[in-house]
């Protein structure tokens, strides 16, 4: 076991976010190792030149070696889809109490925890309020990751993050197939965040002076859920969905979208702004969904 802090950094949930971190670092000439659970996520990140471990958090404890003496670490694996808890972290975080243990964690958490704020402009000293168990798996990871860290002398950033788009993240597949919305008279307040400009705030709130601190993660220009379906058709010149009323949602929409339907909030983004120093490339939807359909194919 070495005695002494790495210098590799490691993304933990090396997915979709985790890679163009990944890229970022890379580009500023720093060695990446990306933790991730299949075979072929494996072969994916030796493709692009990124260090593979591979480990199912579910499965066999984590072994300290595949996380102990990196300096700094990104956690993206998210919660279980069961339960109250996540075990997933609390799989983490025992792996690291082997010596050295990092300086900084970056975890990646959501909106989610907020509960529905009733359309409310939000910053980061609104209570915590999950009223789903999407919700509350998310607030027991950020809590168990804070009194470790605490207790330990480790650094923590946690990102409060909402919907995530971009090339490849983009409702398509459910755009084409005609499902419905509610109407925009009874849709609620959504946030949005591209999936770049995320990532340049994970590597920022990892180089960043202040630590120990949560950022609401937004381009700063929320909207209306439907409105957002609207706009990524119209920009991929697929019809609009059909809309439904609130009263009869129940009948027509999914569990996993109902359970949007009654978080209503808008993130106020200044002190992520402020703090982290971002300049934001996609600062709303427009820019953003411009960038998705010219050049790359937006899947
Ligand atoms: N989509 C949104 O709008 C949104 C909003 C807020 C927050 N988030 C959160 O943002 C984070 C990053 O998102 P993303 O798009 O990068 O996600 P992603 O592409 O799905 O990546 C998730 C990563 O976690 C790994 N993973 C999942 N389960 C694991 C397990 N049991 N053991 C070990 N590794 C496991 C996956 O490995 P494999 O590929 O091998 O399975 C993958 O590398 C996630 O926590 C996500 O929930 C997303």
Redo the contacts with the bound molecule.
């Keep these: 076991m070495e005695d002494k802090p790495n210098n590799t950094v490691l993304i933990v949930?090396?997915?979709?976010?985790?890679q163009r971190v990944a890229q970022r670092l890379q580009a500023m000439g720093q060695p990446v190792a990306g933790?991730?659970?299949?075979a072929a996520?494996v072969a994916q990140l030796r493709s692009a030149g990124i260090i593979a471990r591979q480990?199912?958090?579910?499965g066999m404890p984590l072994p300290s070696a595949c996380v102990a003496g990196c300096r700094d670490i990104f956690y993206?694996?998210?919660p279980p889809p069961e339960g109250n808890n996540d075990p997933?972290m609390a799989g983490l975080l025992a792996a690291l109490n082997a010596q050295p243990r990092p300086r900084r964690l970056v975890y990646?958490s959501?909106s989610a925890v907020y509960g529905d704020c009733h359309g409310e402009w939000i910053t980061e000293a609104q209570p915590v309020n999950p009223a789903t168990p999407r919700g509350m798996r998310r607030r027991a990871a950020e809590q168990h990751l804070q009194s470790w860290a605490d207790a330990h002398g480790v650094q923590w950033i946690i990102l409060r993050?909402?919907?995530?788009y971009g090339p490849g993240k983009l409702p398509l597949a459910r755009l084409e197939k005609g499902l419905p919305v509610l109407r925009e008279a009874d849709a609620p307040w959504t946030n949005r965040i591209h999936a770049d400009d995320l990532a340049a705030i994970c590597v920022a709130a990892m180089a960043g002076k202040h630590a120990n601190s949560v950022y609401n993660v937004s381009d700063g220009s929320p909207g209306n859920m439907t409105d957002y379906f609207f706009r990524v058709a119209d920009a991929a010149g697929l019809p609009r969905p059909p809309t439904v009323a609130r009263a009869g949602a129940e009948q027509v929409l999914s569990p996993g979208m109902l359970s949007f339907l009654n978080d209503s909030r808008r993130m106020d983004n200044r002190k992520l702004l402020e703090e982290l120093e971002i300049e934001l490339q996609y600062p709303d939807l427009a820019t953003g969904l411009a960038a998705c359909f010219t050049g790359q194919t937006p899947r």
Excluded: K, N
């Design positions: 949930g090396c997915g979709a976010i985790g933790l991730v659970r299949s996520s480990c199912d958090l579910d993206f694996v998210p997933r990646i959501t993050v909402p919907g995530i």
